[in-house]
């Protein structure tokens, strides 16, 4: 009897021992999943809609509301007259190449036409007194406006355009020296006929 009763009592332990080996199995398999490193995907990059830079220009000249403006990129002059309160009365509008796209640090200058000359109104101006006309912005000016220019044909017009296109605004005239077929002689022609 004391055979079967330690034999039982064996059985009893043993299939005891054999549940928490299982349970503490179970719950090791379990932890040890959580805390296994998982196989991760490469992060990819969030993906955003692209927003296109800001542009900032100034304004001025015939305008209602002159100042500097922030417009998105590929924008036009019209549209950075028009964020200004469209040209007042009197604007020379058909000096300006509205469809021109605009470049970042550009200023733009609406300018206003010339008063008319009229004889005994004593509205034209004085004898010998000449309205200057404004003189060009590289940064701003249309082809035909840089092609007026002298030394400067339709080639190196375009030119200019597309240097700037590429390169922002020029700060100096002396930057014309970085556009191909301008030299140091030309530049001197050009100093005083156009702004940066």
């Known amino acids: 009897m004391p055979f079967d009763v330690s034999r039982s009592t064996a059985l009893v332990a043993g299939a005891f021992v054999l549940v928490v080996l299982v349970l503490a199995g179970h719950r090791l398999a379990q932890?040890?999943?959580a805390t296994a490193p998982e196989a991760v995907a490469p992060i990819e990059p969030v993906r955003h809609a692209r927003r296109r830079p800001l542009l900032v220009v100034h304004v001025v000249g015939a305008v209602r509301r002159p100042g500097l403006y922030r417009l998105r990129d590929g924008a036009r002059v019209a549209d950075a007259v028009a964020r200004a309160g469209g040209a007042i009365r009197g604007?020379?509008?058909?000096?300006?190449n509205l469809a021109a796209p605009l470049v970042d640090g550009v200023q733009i200058l609406v300018p206003a036409r010339a008063p008319e000359a009229t004889a005994g109104t004593g509205s034209a101006?004085?004898?010998?007194?000449?309205?200057?006309?404004p003189k060009p912005s590289l940064s701003s000016a249309t082809i035909e406006q840089l092609d007026e220019l002298p030394g400067v044909g339709p080639v190196t017009a375009h030119r200019i355009v597309d240097y700037r296109?590429?390169?922002?605004?020029?700060?100096?005239?002396?930057?014309l020296d970085a556009v191909p077929g301008i030299g140091p002689t030309r530049i001197e022609q050009l100093r005083d006929l156009v702004t940066p």
């Open 31 to 33: 932890t040890g999943t």
């Open 91 to 96: 604007a020379e509008l058909a000096a300006l």
């Open 125 to 133: 101006p004085e004898t010998g007194a000449v309205v200057p006309a």
């Open 165 to 175: 296109t590429a390169h922002g605004p020029f700060a100096t005239v002396d930057d």
